[in-house]
Each structure stands twice: as structure tokens, then as C-alpha cells.
């Protein structure tokens, strides 16, 4: 079955970079779309950005202009996160969606999330 597992985060001073990486595993002849989410204390789960296999990329508004993500291969999606402020500390949770597998069609699948602190 198809897993996510993400990498790269950690604790960031503000104003500072990381990157997030997430790779699907298992036998897997296409995924449609790929993205990040992220849920901080006490909300709800928001988008951050999503990226189609077709490379369309949609962001959140308040990561437009600082985040940047892309596929580098039908099973790897990545977030480049730059000038990192305090308000987007959170889990950041990686989503596949359309994933068709030898198995059959899996409508999405979801990764167990990466801490990301931003603080001085």
C-alpha cells in the first residue's frame, strides 16, 4: 500500500529557509496531484500549496511569494519554504491524491506530518 513520508523539518529562526520533502512508496504508476498541508495548536488543517502532475501549482495566500513547490518525479513532491515567519510553525502533513496503484485506484493517501518551529 501507498505511504508518505516526509522530511526536513525542524526549528528555524525567522526569516530563515527550509525544505520539505515528501516520497511516495510503493509500486505506484501515477499519482494526479501531490501537496502540503499544515495544522498549527488549536485550528483546523489548512492548505499551503498543491502541485498537479501537469506541474500547476496553486498556494495558499498567505505562502504566495515565500513558499515554492515541485515535483522533481511522479513520486516525490518538495516545498521550499523561504522567509519563514512565527505564524507558520505547525505540522506540516504531505497529501497524494489519484494514486492508481497495481492494486487499484486510491483516492488519496496522507503522511504523518513533519514539525516545523519557527522562533527566535
Known amino acids: 500500500q501507498v505511504q508518505l513520508v516526509e522530511s526536513g523539518g525542524g526549528l528555524v529562526q525567522p526569516g530563515g529557509s527550509l525544505r520539505l520533502s515528501c516520497a511516495a512508496s510503493?509500486?505506484?504508476?501515477?499519482?494526479?496531484?501531490m501537496g502540503w498541508y499544515r495544522q498549527a495548536p488549536g485550528k483546523q488543517r489548512e492548505l499551503v500549496a498543491t502541485v498537479t502532475g501537469g506541474g500547476t501549482p496553486n498556494y495558499a495566500d498567505s505562502v504566495k511569494g515565500r513558499f515554492t513547490i515541485f515535483r522533481d518525479n511522479a513520486k516525490k513532491v518538495h516545498l521550499q519554504m523561504k522567509n519563514l515567519k512565527p505564524e507558520d510553525t505547525a505540522v506540516y502533513y504531505c497529501?497524494?491524491?489519484?494514486?492508481?496503484?497495481?492494486?487499484?485506484?486510491?483516492?488519496?493517501?496522507w503522511g504523518q506530518g513533519t514539525q516545523v518551529t519557527v522562533s527566535s
Open positions: 497529501n497524494a491524491v489519484g494514486i492508481a496503484t497495481p492494486q487499484g485506484y486510491e483516492h488519496d493517501s
Open positions: 510503493g509500486s505506484i504508476f501515477s499519482i494526479y496531484a
